[in-house]
């Protein structure tokens, strides 16, 4: 039996509203296993200059991603849409293991299956060094923040 995560395609406006804040919460957990069972088994990523195939591998990046980026907060913002598929851009904030805060920024595109599940992810991701006193996202987006749109800078 298929796996479902709905909203399913094709997304309106509303449902896609809806993937993104889910993904945003998901990846906020920093879970991997938790983050993989939004993917089909054999999706497939680009994430930087990684590229990833199958649950199993996106679990190992990810691990190994917040075993490097602790206190991982993130943001996302919904592009654009078209059926099955969106076009996300996303900010993160992190620190490394000497203190070192960053801020991460990108752009993300999605393939979903009709089953909600998301087939194809790729990821162009740009980090630049920030204070500590510079940062601005603090954990997850409370409710009364869903839908407000991240700034550029």
Do not use: C
Request: charged share 35%; no cysteine.
């Amino acid at each position: 039996m298929p796996e479902d995560r709905p909203p399913y395609p094709p997304f309106t406006r509303e449902t896609a509203l809806q993937k993104v804040q889910a993904a945003e919460d998901a990846w906020n957990t920093r879970d991997p296993r938790h983050v993989a069972s939004a993917y089909t088994p054999d999706s497939v990523w680009r994430n930087r200059d990684a590229f990833i195939s199958g649950r199993d591998e996106i679990v190992a990046f990810l691990t190994r991603k917040w075993e490097r980026e602790l206190d991982y907060a993130l943001r996302k913002s919904l592009w654009g849409f078209r059926e099955n598929r969106m076009a996300v851009r996303f900010q993160y904030e992190w620190h490394d293991a000497e203190g070192r805060w960053w801020r991460s920024y990108g752009n993300e595109l999605w393939e979903f299956d009709e089953h909600g599940l998301m087939r194809r992810r790729e990821a162009s991701i740009n980090d630049i060094a920030i204070a500590e006193a510079d940062r601005r996202i603090h954990g997850p987006r409370r409710e009364d923040e869903h839908g407000i749109d991240i700034p550029l800078q």
